[in-house]
């Protein structure tokens, strides 16, 4: 009988000890961060704004949010007037994005990247996106269209982007933390942009990407040339290729895409080598793939096409903003590590005379249910 009690009194003891949320108290006293977005005063404070979500009213199955901003010198005096200020706890656990204004971006972005690694209350997959032109806590002012926060909705379309398009970076903290340690290759972070629909309210719109030296902006891209990024860096998992053919617009669908890089014993010269498996999903007029020589000119064609443009952007960051982007720093540094050492602290200045060989090979493989453009007959 005393075993019996014992083990009830021991089962008992368990129950409680391990109970996270007696009564709900937890619960009650937490508020859930979607996204983060941060701001700077004209004073030199931070501004932080956090999207909050809860439970609809009357128990609806809804999510509804709400804003909340409080102010610091440093980013974490912000997020800790935050709590006072509401009174709970902040739970970031399923906090998905921070939203950083250009001016900031523009200033330098070390401070919110090391709060980031520091504050255990944080994921560093957690993703940072840049504002164009606007405060950065303008975008909770945006529709929520198919999603419960504006936040959910933001990293989805960046998620969604980079498997059906391949035009959005990633920029994960721990992504931004190894660019900033490394000298070898520079850091890089999509932006979007808030923008005014006439009698739709704002929406959002992902616009290029912001690219750094260090932790300073010192240019943009367009999503033309972030796509060329993408398949310049291999990343490409699909995307969608338009030109103009002699007035005719023709468009092709990237299946599948093989990158590799060569650096020459000099180390100033890369090889880049592209080959590209697509399919066409519109013909310029007069096409016929299934013919050998129509098709190679078209392939032909397409391989110079985007080989100039890769090496037009390669060009337009090397001279306009000299910034390695693309880590051919970083993969010195995996070739030739004891050389890497000798030139790594001027890598900086080398990298304006990098020059790049590059050599594309787009192959099709599929022209979709005909081989032709179709062509009305008109009497």
């Known amino acids: 009988m005393k075993k019996k009690i014992c083990l009830v009194l021991i089962l008992f003891l368990i129950i409680l000890l391990l109970c996270g949320c007696f009564n709900y108290s937890d619960i009650e006293d937490t508020v859930v961060v979607s996204g983060l977005a941060v701001d700077m005063c004209d004073d030199g404070q931070y501004k932080v704004t956090a999207e909050i979500m809860s439970a609809g009213s009357d128990n609806e199955v809804a999510v509804e949010t709400e804003q909340k901003s409080e102010y610091g010198f440093t980013v974490f005096e912000a997020i800790e007037n935050l709590k006072n200020s509401s009174g709970k706890s902040f739970n970031f656990r399923h906090c998905q994005v921070i939203f950083i204004s250009e001016q900031i971006s523009n200033d330098g972005i070390s401070d919110i990247i090391d709060f980031a690694f520091h504050y255990s209350g944080f994921r560093l997959s957690m993703v940072l996106t840049v504002i164009s ?14 999603y419960d926060t504006v936040s959910y909705g933001v990293f989805d379309m960046m998620k969604q982007d980079q498997i059906a398009n391949s035009k959005c970076p990633s920029a994960q903290i721990y992504m931004c933390l190894n660019s900033l340690e490394n000298k070898g290759k520079e850091m890089i972070i999509p932006m979007i942009s808030v923008e005014e629909q006439e009698g ?11 690219i750094y030296i260090d932790d300073v902006q010192t240019g943009t891209l367009s999503v033309e040339q ?15 290729l338009t030109y103009n053919f002699d007035e005719n617009y023709a468009s092709f669908e990237i299946k599948d895409l093989s990158v590799s890089r060569e650096v020459e014993e000099n180390l100033s010269v890369f090889d880049l080598n592209i080959d590209m498996i697509i399919s066409v999903r519109q013909l310029p007029e007069g096409v016929d793939v299934s013919d050998d020589e129509q098709r190679t000119k078209l392939e032909e064609e397409l391989s110079a096409r985007i080989k100039e443009e890769i090496n037009d952007l390669f060009l337009y960051v090397r001279d306009t903003y000299g910034s390695d982007i693309f880590g051919l720093g970083n993969q010195i540094y995996h070739v030739n590590p004891s050389a890497w050492a000798e030139i790594s602290d001027e890598w900086k200045e080398l990298f304006k005379n990098v020059e790049l060989n590059i050599d594309v090979s787009c192959k099709i493989n599929d022209a979709g249910r005909s081989s032709k453009n179709i062509v009305p007959n008109r009497r």
């Open 133 to 146: 032109g606007n405060d950065a806590a303008s975008v909770f002012e945006c529709e929520k269209l198919l």
């Open 200 to 210: 739709e309210g704002k929406e959002y719109r992902f616009t290029g990407m912001s």
């Open 226 to 240: 972030s796509q060329l990024f993408m398949i310049f860096m291999g990343k490409t998992m699909n995307g969608e």
